[in-house]
């Protein structure tokens, strides 16, 4: 375990915040949603076997997931320890009691990803997180998050310093200039198939 809570946004998501956000986010809905969307971004996928989620919480992403990759395996990343027990206890899939900073993935998998995720992580730490994701896949690189082409910060629930908006994609490939953007789309909430506004960015690895 390396949870590595030394910056305030790792012990907001750690603490009682990461634990009402659990109650706020669940359900079938949830994960009907998580498997529309991936059913559309796994279209320009092929050969997936192994999968890593970068702040799975409690697993509706990896849910959805294996409903499209029944024989894949799947695993998740999780700082807040209730989360992570709920993540552990979902069959066939791998939980890591993690931060993201402090993970070092054992292997690669074919697709690494997050979704939400990055908009919450310390802006100091982005490029050490990019780097994780990047060495996490051999293949394909999937970014779903709030889009906005210059960074900003965004009140969060009342809280500062938590929730911050910019090209995550544009950095990501910036960084490893080998990643291809082979596919993008668009969630809107105003589509009753879908709770959030979300851009999400699928990259390959040009050497895969």
């Not at 946004?9 to 706020?24: C, E, P």
């Not at 911050?164 to 789309?185: P, S, W």
Request: charged content about 25%.
């Amino acid at each position: 375990m390396n949870t590595d809570t030394h910056n305030d946004q790792q012990s907001f998501w750690a603490g009682d915040f990461g634990n009402k956000y659990i109650d706020r986010n669940t359900g079938q809905n949830w994960i009907a949603n998580n498997t529309r969307l991936f059913a559309n971004i796994l279209l320009r996928t092929g050969d997936i076997k192994a999968v890593l989620e970068f702040g799975a919480n409690i697993g509706l992403n990896l849910i959805a997931l294996k409903n499209l990759l029944p024989d894949a395996e799947l695993s998740g990343i999780e700082i807040n320890e209730n989360a992570f027990e709920q993540l552990s206890k979902i069959p066939g899939v791998q939980a890591y009691h993690s931060s993201i900073e402090g993970f070092e993935p054992a292997e690669k998998v074919d697709l690494a990803f997050t979704k939400t995720v990055l908009i919450h992580i310390n802006p100091a730490s982005l490029d050490t997180v990019y780097d994780k994701l990047y060495s996490s896949s051999r293949r394909y690189v999937l970014i779903a998050e709030y889009y906005n082409p210059t960074p900003v910060e965004i009140q969060y629930r009342g809280h500062s310093g938590k929730l911050f908006k910019r090209d995550f994609a544009g950095e990501m490939m910036e960084r490893h200039q080998d990643l291809q953007l082979i596919d993008y789309g668009f969630m809107y909430h105003g589509d009753n198939h879908y709770h959030d506004d979300l851009t999400w960015f699928l990259m390959e690895k040009s050497e895969a």
